[in-house]
């Protein structure tokens, strides 16, 4: 026999059997993003390597060990989707979408790629809710972003996520606010992790969210950026807790919260559980006013989120929380014999057309084996089906939970006379 082929390591299949999970909450996703007037985008699985190099920023752990790039046939510099947020912002560049009126409000359901070390709600191939809200200034924008998540989990009966925020600054405060960091940090340098190291001279904020245990310990003590914010961000941060406030969110603020790219911009926010070990963080956002003209455009002010769904998943296992069951068939229809065979399958197709989940026989199994099956995959109503049944154009179902009897009429509506 050849040798099984195992799928690459950090991936997952999604088996028939759990795939309604994810069926149900997309479709729960799906339902609460575009009460707030999200549309979906689609956006290719890989794009020019140049989106992320720029869009996610050199000194980022994506970008400095976590891309899947490749050549392509043509010589082109390639890489998997490490993100959702730079192919959206560059969708929207490229196809005028920003001229429909703003503000834009966009969110994707999609695969991720990351080269990094597998473990439970860490894979190379995972999935990201995203939303994306483009040309609002306003803090309210980012209430909205944060109230969609928040929107989310409630629904989905997860209480215990808990959400952190905090403000970064923009550009006319962060300057000064990392030469500060960075003096902190060089007193100490010989303590930092090798990684902390080299972000000190080109990303600072990075080390506040370190995990190696040292540098966290140094970063304490570091100063913090909330103190250090200009005016406006200082507004524009209290008038976000304000709206949060209002909408009775509730929050921790984090000053060691950062999401380290140059685009950043003022609101960060995570939403955190604790049940699922070190990889809590099901949902991360904020706000990145420089990307769009990083990536060629005009300045628009943009706030978004990702959310981790396998992170999702494993956090509604561990509270218990169901989103429902799998379908299951209306009918099935078994049969005695060659001639039923054929008249059991036309029977179900009819079922189908009438918009029922029907199935018959397609092992040619006994009858007994047959009923057996029905009951396994939880038909509801069964039919057997043999000569006289087709000659009198008429069978008995039976209810398979209270084993009540309808006789069918085949030349009528069957759905209808199961109503
Ligand atoms: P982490 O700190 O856990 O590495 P991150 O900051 O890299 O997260 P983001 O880029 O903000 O994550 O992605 C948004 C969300 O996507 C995360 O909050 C998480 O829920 C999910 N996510 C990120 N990386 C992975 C992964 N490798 N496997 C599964 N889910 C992931
Ligand atoms: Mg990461």
């Known amino acids: 026999m050849a040798q099984k082929i195992t799928g690459p390591r950090g991936t997952q299949d999604v088996a028939v059997s759990e795939s309604y999970k994810w069926l149900l909450l997309e479709e729960k996703l799906r339902k609460i993003v575009d009460q707030y007037g999200f549309k979906e985008i689609r956006t290719p699985t890989f794009e020019h390597t140049e989106l992320f190099l720029r869009g996610v920023g050199d000194t980022t752990d994506i970008v400095n060990k976590e891309m899947y790039t490749f050549e392509d046939k043509g010589k082109r510099s390639i890489t ?30 999609l695969s991720c790629f990351r080269y990094e070390k597998p473990q439970a709600g860490r894979l190379r191939e995972f999935h990201q809710l995203g939303i994306e809200l483009f040309g609002a200034q306003d803090y309210t924008a980012d209430a909205e972003v944060i109230a969609t998540a928040a929107k989310i989990l409630k629904d989905l009966g997860l209480q215990n996520v808990k959400l952190n925020i905090n403000s970064i600054g923009c550009p006319n405060c962060r300057p000064a606010y990392h030469e500060k960091l960075k003096a902190y940090f060089a007193e100490h340098i010989d303590e930092l992790c090798q990684d902390c190291k080299s972000r000190l001279e080109r990303n600072p904020l990075r080390i506040l969210d370190c995990k190696e245990e040292k540098c966290s310990r140094i970063a304490e003590n570091a100063p913090i950026g909330l103190n250090n914010l200009c005016d406006e961000c200082k507004e524009h941060f209290e008038g976000l807790k304000k709206t949060l406030d209002a909408m009775k969110i509730d929050y921790t603020i984090n000053t060691k919260i950062v999401r380290g790219l140059d685009y950043y911009t003022k609101t960060v926010f995570e939403f955190v559980y604790d049940g699922i070990g070190a990889q809590g963080t099901v949902c991360g956002g904020g706000r990145y006013d420089g990307l769009f003209e990083e990536l060629g455009g005009n300045h628009t002010p943009a706030v978004g989120f990702g959310m981790g769904m396998e992170r999702l998943l494993l956090t509604l296992e561990a509270e218990g929380i169901s989103l429902g069951e799998d ?31 029907a199935q018959s026989d397609i092992m040619a199994r006994s009858l007994k084996a047959q009923m057996k099956y029905a009951d396994k995959i939880k038909a509801r109503y069964t039919v057997v089906i043999g000569d006289d049944e087709i000659s009198n154009k008429s069978a008995v179902a039976k209810n398979m939970e209270t084993k009540e009897q309808v006789t069918l009429d085949f030349t009528k509506s069957i759905s209808e006379q199961l109503k």
Not at 82 to 105: A, F, I
Not at 329 to 350: C, H, L, R, S, Y
């Open 80 to 109: 998997l989707r490490p993100e959702g947020t730079s192919p959206t912002v560059r969708s929207v560049l490229e196809n005028g979408t920003l001229n429909e009126g703003l503000p834009l409000k966009a969110y994707y359901i």
């Open 327 to 357: 379908t299951r068939p209306d009918i099935f229809f078994a049969n005695i014999g060659e001639d039923a065979k054929v008249f059991a399958f036309t029977m179900a197709q009819k079922a189908r057309d009438e918009g029922m989940r």
